[in-house]
């Protein structure tokens, strides 16, 4: 059954329109405004509880990251109940940067401790997040702080736990200073929706190691020494200059190498571009939609399926040169169903190659190894055919690979 089915298939009604649209067509889907997906899931109410609210939370967890930067600015355009609708989609930014999330209440519980959501993070720090859609007016921060006293209380949260004020302006300068003079200014950290976008889209284009560092920042912390701020940059620095260059990988001979770097790098946008249409693509053949884990990783909301995607140009020799990295590997053997993507600039189609197949090939690649770091080499030749096949460069071997492939 496809995750869109299984949607549909758990609801209390006759079927999800939501699911059903994204199964028929995902692109007709993306193209509504955030207030027209909400209109057509249930009775197009967001409330607590509600039937309105799980089909639209289930939405989001599978849409692509760049839309939902464009719900952050539709909500804060403003409509009707646009802040329930906002506090969803900071929530899923959250999940995003790998936060176990629970989803809060949109208004106030006269019985029981009132949150927009909760945040855990893998180190055992917990956020208890409160969305605002302006800092126009002031916050109360007692009432903030006794809700998080009141988690602790309750077990939900440990001491090891602060709170994440999420507001929609750049401008917070009133609120940071009602933060700073107040006695929960050790307790209470201010951020932007646009800069927690930005943090998402950032932990999407660099390595996995860059979660930790962004986890830190949400951290309180003081200021006057900026040494923790500065470690954090160039860390997230080297994260991308790393990401940058396993897309160029190094070549198993140093005449391939020269060849190699006389032509021109490929702008990493279109190289972005292109793997969100495989993964698109590759969603709707299985029919679970994938999104970007980080960098070329993909996977399901329950990851179970994975997918590592890596695109290459045409070089002067007619193949396309991939590197195949441990931490892909890793990655794609925790799936339950697992995929190595080869894409390719100029074709219509991309390779995907099961991971028991990538496995049993390893042993016969050739590799870059040092104190840095090491991968495997891939190499896909076009035969006179014109299909593509993989060489096996230790043996001098050829396979074909029209198998595996998908037209995009």
């Given at each position: 059954?496809?995750?869109?089915?299984q949607?549909?298939?758990?609801?209390?009604?006759?079927?999800?329109?939501?699911?059903?649209?994204?199964?028929?067509?995902?692109?007709?889907?993306y193209?509504?405004?955030?207030?027209?997906?909400?209109?057509?899931?249930?009775?197009?109410?967001?409330?607590?509880?509600?039937?309105?609210?799980?089909?639209?939370r289930?939405?989001?967890?599978?849409?692509?990251?760049?839309?939902?930067?464009?719900?952050?600015?539709?909500?804060?355009?403003?409509?009707?109940?646009?802040?329930?609708?906002?506090?969803?989609?900071?929530?899923?930014?959250?999940?995003r940067?790998?936060?176990?999330?629970?989803?809060?209440?949109?208004?106030?519980?006269?019985?029981?401790?009132g949150?927009?959501?909760?945040?855990?993070?893998?180190?055992?720090?917990?956020?208890?997040?409160?969305?605002?859609?302006?800092?126009?007016?002031?916050?109360?921060?007692?009432?903030?702080?006794k809700?998080?006293?009141?988690?602790?209380?309750a077990?939900?949260?440990?001491?090891?736990?602060?709170?994440?004020?999420?507001?929609?302006?750049?401008?917070?300068g009133?609120?940071?200073?009602?933060?700073?003079?107040?006695?929960?200014?050790?307790?209470?950290?201010?951020?932007?929706?646009?800069?927690?976008?930005?943090?998402?889209?950032?932990?999407?284009?660099?390595?996995?190691?860059?979660?930790?560092?962004?986890?830190?920042?949400?951290?309180?912390?003081?200021?006057?020494?900026?040494?923790?701020?500065?470690?954090?940059?160039?860390?997230?620095?080297?994260?991308?200059?790393?990401?940058?260059?396993?897309?160029?990988?190094?070549?198993?001979?140093?005449?391939?190498?020269?060849?190699?770097?006389?032509?021109?790098h490929t702008?990493?946008?279109?190289?972005?571009?292109?793997?969100?249409?495989?993964?698109?693509?590759?969603?709707?053949?299985?029919?679970?939609?994938?999104?970007?884990?980080?960098?070329?990783?993909?996977?399901?909301?329950?990851?179970?399926?994975?997918?590592?995607?890596?695109?290459?140009?045409?070089?002067?020799?007619?193949?396309?040169?991939?590197?195949?990295?441990?931490?892909?590997?890793?990655?794609?053997?925790?799936?339950?169903?697992?995929?190595?993507?080869?894409?390719?600039l100029?074709?219509?189609?991309?390779?995907?190659?099961?991971f028991?197949?990538?496995?049993?090939?390893?042993?016969?690649?050739?590799?870059?190894?040092?104190?840095?770091?090491?991968?495997?080499?891939?190499?896909?030749?076009?035969?006179?055919?014109g299909?593509?096949?993989?060489?096996?460069?230790?043996?001098?071997?050829?396979?074909?690979?029209?198998?595996?492939?998908?037209?995009?």
């Amino acid at each position: 059954m496809s995750r869109a089915k299984q949607m549909a298939h758990e609801s209390d009604s006759p079927g999800n329109p939501v699911s059903l649209l994204l199964e028929s067509s995902p692109e007709q889907a993306y193209a509504f405004q955030v207030h027209q997906i909400v209109s057509i899931c249930a009775d197009g109410r967001l409330t607590d509880s509600s039937e309105c609210s799980r089909q639209f939370r289930g939405f989001l967890r599978i849409a692509p990251s760049h839309k939902l930067v464009d719900y952050v600015s539709q909500c804060l355009e403003g409509f009707e109940r646009s802040g329930f609708v906002l506090q969803d989609v900071v929530n899923e930014l959250g999940r995003r940067l790998d936060y176990r999330v629970v989803d809060g209440f949109y208004q106030g519980r006269a019985k029981g401790i009132g949150h927009d959501g909760i945040w855990y993070g893998k180190d055992e720090y917990s956020l208890i997040v409160e969305v605002k859609t302006s800092d126009a007016y002031r916050i109360n921060l007692d009432r903030i702080a006794k809700y998080r006293e009141d988690l602790i209380k309750a077990g939900t949260v440990g001491d090891n736990s602060s709170v994440l004020l999420v507001v929609g302006r750049d401008d917070t300068g009133d609120l940071e200073a009602q933060v700073r003079g107040s006695r929960h200014a050790w307790r209470v950290r201010i951020i932007s929706i646009e800069a927690l976008t930005r943090l998402v889209l950032l932990k999407e284009r660099t390595d996995q190691s860059t979660v930790k560092k962004i986890h830190e920042l949400f951290v309180p912390f003081e200021y006057t020494r900026l040494d923790r701020i500065i470690d954090i940059a160039f860390a997230v620095a080297e994260d991308t200059t790393s990401l940058l260059e396993e897309e160029d990988p190094e070549q198993a001979s140093e005449e391939d190498a020269r060849e190699i770097r006389k032509q021109i790098h490929t702008p990493r946008k279109i190289l972005a571009e292109l793997r969100e249409r495989i993964a698109m693509r590759l969603g709707t053949r299985e029919g679970i939609p994938l999104v970007n884990k980080g960098s070329v990783l993909y996977w399901n909301p329950d990851a179970n399926l994975r997918a590592a995607i890596s695109v290459s140009k045409r070089y002067a020799h007619g193949g396309y040169w991939y590197a195949y990295h441990p931490r892909w590997h890793a990655f794609l053997k925790d799936g339950r169903k697992a995929f190595y993507v080869l894409g390719c600039l100029d074709r219509s189609e991309a390779y995907v190659i099961p991971f028991n197949w990538v496995n049993d090939l390893l042993p016969s690649l050739h590799k870059t190894e040092n104190e840095s770091r090491m991968y495997w080499h891939i190499l896909l030749e076009e035969l006179p055919s014109g299909k593509l096949a993989l060489q096996d460069l230790k043996h001098g071997r050829k396979e074909e690979v029209s198998q595996f492939k998908m037209s995009i």
